[in-house]
Nanobody, 122 residues
């Protein structure tokens, strides 16, 4: 069982930055591919970024490439999402998720956090 707790969300002006953190319980964190998804008001949840469990390879949805960076610290059981040059369309609840496999954008994850709200004002 893995529990995920996100933090770092908040209100920021367009062009600003935020860093989201996701702390995981358990001793098997390094075995999981870690991903971030988001869900904007009135929209479906979408894949944002992933960091593969063994290779450390990273993947991003096109709309955040060059602006967001996903990273992980296995010693701290934590995954991060550094978000720069934020835009109003980045406003959403951001969810951390864990997958005991290579990355997937389908949303069929093994564990989910409860989410943290990011609001970007124009």
């Amino acid at each position: 069982q893995v529990q995920l707790v996100e933090s770092g969300g908040g209100l920021v002006q367009a062009g600003g930055s935020l860093r989201l953190s996701c702390a995981a319980s358990g001793r098997t964190f390094s075995r999981y591919t870690m991903e971030w998804f988001r869900q904007a008001p009135g929209k479906e949840r979408e894949f944002v970024a992933a960091i593969n469990r063994f290779s450390g390879n990273t993947y991003y949805t096109n709309s955040v490439k060059g602006r967001f960076t996903i990273s992980r610290d296995n010693a701290k059981n934590t995954v991060y999402l550094q978000m720069n040059s934020l835009k109003p369309e980045d406003t959403a609840v951001y969810y951390c998720a864990a997958l005991n496999s290579d990355y997937s954008i389908s949303g069929d994850m093994d564990y989910w956090g409860k989410g943290t709200l990011v609001t970007v004002s124009s």
